[in-house]
Every structure is written in C-alpha cells, then in structure tokens.
C-alpha cells in the first residue's frame, strides 16, 4: 500500500520560503505523477501543481510565479518550494500521487493515495 | 472563487438519497472526466469517484457519479451518518491544470 508523509517546518516567517518534503513508502515515486495540494483554514482545496518522476513540472497558473517542485527519485521524495509567502499561504499542504487509467479514447488522471497533511502557518 | 461551481452545503436524513452538483466550463468539465473526494473531518481527502462514475475498490455502491454535458453529480443513497462529510468535485483542464469545486458540506441531520 502506497504511503505518503509530508514534512517540513510548521511555521515560516513572511517573505521567506516554504520547504516541504513529500516522501513516498510501499511503492515506487517512478512511472508516476506527483503533485502538491493545499487547503487553507476552514477552506477549499486548491492544486499547487505536479511533477513526473522525470522531473517535468506543471504549475498552477496563480502560483507559478512562486513555485518550483522537484524530485528526487533516489530517495523516493518530490519537494515544494513557495517563495515570498504571505499570511494568505497559511494552509495544510498535502501531497499526492496522481492515478492514471487509459481507455481507448482517452485518458484519465486523478489523486488517488494522499499523505496526512502538514499545517504551514506563515507569521513573524 | 473556485473554477468549479459546488452548493456550499446540502443535508439529509439517514436512508435518504442526496445529490451533489457540480458545473464547470467546456474546458474543464466538458472535455475531460470528474473526480469526486470526500474529506472526513479533520483527515485528508479520499478519492471517491474517478472518470465521472468509476468507484475506487472500497468505495460503497451507495456513491455513484454522473456527467452530462459540462455538469456532473455525485448521488449519495441509503444515507448514513457517517457520509456526513465535506465533498469535492474535480477536473483536469486542457493545459493539465487540476481544478476543485469549493466543496459542499454534508449533514445528516
């Protein structure tokens, strides 16, 4: 059974950077879309962005600016840096494999195993 | 302001059968499959329906999804207390960007 675990400093300071690490267990990180996902206080779900075990990313458009997400296939971990963060990115950040299935016409993509969640709070 | 379009909350009782809706773009929705996750309190989210109205294995039949167009659903039937949850719609855009609903709240009153 595929395992994810978020970890990283619960407290940054405004205008730093946000580190997280997302390690994978009971599977590989190859062959598969890894992503980032964050939920603020008493809020909605919103997608950060996602990596191949390649190392090809795909950003979301209001936080590209900001992001970068990277791999490290040796140690079966994909990392979030978000830079010159705000109180506004106080959130729990989740990371995430991205399931995919192929039909003949199609193919679909979805989170399928979700680590536990990580609060990030951002305050001086 | 979430891309995908959820009621804030929706309620039943227990034996009922509820229906959440879910209203996107031609972009979204309407060219691509909907997920649906359910979030218990305090947990992370948990991958309910996949490609519109696939069921994860360990998912009750009790869920079911449906798409038509650029809205989707997720019906829940045979109601229980412990479906009372937050649940979320998804999709993919065109560019490969994830999109959530802003999630609706479920009581089971």
């Known amino acids: 059974q595929v395992q994810l675990q978020e970890s990283g400093p619960g407290l940054v300071k405004p205008s730093e950077t946000l580190s997280l690490t997302c390690t994978v267990s009971?599977?590989?990180?190859?062959?598969?879309?890894w992503s980032w996902i964050r939920q603020p206080p008493g809020k909605g779900l919103e997608w950060i962005g996602y990596i191949y075990y390649s190392g090809s990313t795909n950003y979301n458009p209001s936080l590209k600016s900001r992001v970068t997400i990277s791999v490290d296939t040796s140690k079966n971990q994909f990392s979030l840096k978000l830079s010159s963060v705000t109180a506004a990115d106080t959130a729990v950040y989740y990371c995430?494999?991205?399931?995919?299935?192929?039909?003949?016409?199609?193919?679909?993509?979805?989170?399928?195993?979700w680590g536990q969640g990580t609060l990030v709070t951002v305050s001086s | 302001q979430s891309v995908l379009t959820q009621p804030p909350s929706a309620s039943g009782t227990p034996g009922q059968r509820v229906t959440i809706s879910c209203s996107g773009s031609s972009s979204n929705i309407g060219s691509n499959t909907v997920n649906w996750y359910q979030q218990l309190p305090g947990t992370a989210p948990k991958l309910l329906i996949y490609s519109n109205n696939q069921r994860p294995s360990g998912v009750p039949d009790r869920f079911s999804g449906s798409k038509s167009g650029t809205s989707a659903s997720l019906a829940i039937s045979g109601l229980q207390s412990e479906d009372e949850a937050d649940y979320y719609c998804?999709?993919?855009?065109?560019?490969?960007?994830?999109?959530f609903g802003g999630g609706t709240k479920l009581t089971v009153l």
């Open positions: 998804a999709a993919w855009d065109d560019s490969l960007n994830a999109q």
């Open positions: 995430a494999r991205v399931g995919v299935r192929y039909y003949y016409d199609t193919t679909v993509h979805y989170f399928d195993y």
């Open positions: 009971g599977g590989s990180i190859s062959s598969y879309y």
